[in-house]
């Protein structure tokens, strides 16, 4: 097929690539204006823009899908269909009918849950056992339009937002390709979504990060692989700020919510409110990550210590 493609991070650029390694013409790219990013704020290029250049595709990098003169350069290209994963902006309806089999979406969740800009980290703070992808016929709509393909995968115990990511990025450059073929053979049949299990993924507040330890562990556990890779799970404890990367389920019990309830070789025990969390990566404003016996050798803490809660 010849596509037009939107895409802008990692997890397009690997649907990107598998797109153009399957053969499918690639007429355009479009992604996001490079931006200041690192510590050093130097403007870079999103990793989309980057394979685009490597493989000699024309890219573009608007601002805005609003100018007429963008919409005749879309229909020049004369794509049988446009491909969108990750790219950051709304499409117009406008540009919606432009391709003649009209525009396709990878989504990173099974429609109609979690809708929405965070729907890998709301998956893992809900608790959901499982994700995958969806393959979308795009619409006016918020992440509403009709099924054409779904792969689901498990949420490991282990995973992170992360981790899930690479995972889910992986299925969505195999689905987009399986789902390219069977559009060509006449097989896919669009499937409206159901209104009653929708649900939305609504973007992340650093807010969200900030441990209460008032909930249960199993709660904040779910929060600490959720936030990372960002914003990063974080406390304070003596009024250090420390972010917490890793943590697991403790055995320990007692305690008052954020109490140190016993320092182990694997960890630092908090009560939280049912049952415990062991505190195994953590991290100090201005540090590096480290496991928590490194930490402790600089920063002694003991039981009765106490992690502050959430106002």
Not at 144 to 165: E, K, W, Y
């Amino acid at each position: 097929m010849k596509i037009i493609f939107a895409g802008t991070p990692p997890f397009a650029a690997l649907a990107l690539k598998a797109l153009t390694d399957a053969g499918h013409e690639i007429a355009l790219v479009l992604t996001q204006p490079d931006r200041p990013a690192g510590r050093g704020m130097k403007t870079v290029a999103g990793a989309v823009k980057l394979l685009a250049q490597r493989r000699e595709l024309a890219v573009l990098q608007p601002h805005s899908l609003k100018p007429p003169e963008l919409h005749a350069q879309l229909a020049g290209t004369d794509a049988d269909i446009m491909v969108v994963a990750a790219y950051g902006l709304l499409l117009p309806s406008s540009i919606l009918s432009i391709p003649r089999l009209g525009c396709l979406n990878i989504h990173a969740s099974l429609l109609p849950r979690w809708r929405g800009a965070a729907p890998i980290q709301r998956a893992i703070l809900a608790g959901d056992r499982e994700t995958g992808i969806t393959i979308m016929q795009m619409d006016q709509g918020l992440d509403s339009g009709a099924i054409l393909l779904q792969r689901s995968l498990p949420i490991a115990q282990d995973d992170n937002a992360q981790t899930l990511h690479d995972k889910l990025a992986l299925l969505g450059a195999r689905s987009i390709v399986e789902a390219l073929k069977y559009l060509q053979e006449g097989v896919l049949a669009p499937a409206p979504q159901d209104e009653a299990g929708v649900c939305y993924a609504a973007k992340l507040e650093k807010h969200e990060a900030e441990i209460d330890w008032r909930m249960s562990a199993q709660q904040i556990h779910r929060g600490v692989r959720a936030f990372n890779p960002r914003p990063g799970a974080y406390s304070q404890v003596n009024g250090l700020p420390i972010k917490i990367w890793q943590s697991d389920m403790a055995r320990d019990t007692g305690g008052e919510p954020g109490e140190i309830v016993a320092i182990r070789q694997n960890g630092i025990a908090v009560a939280c409110g049912v049952d415990a969390l062991m505190l195994e990566i953590v991290q100090k404003s201005g540090g590096k990550k480290m496991s928590a016996a490194q930490f402790l050798s600089g920063h002694p803490l003991r039981a009765g210590d106490r992690f502050e809660c959430r106002k």
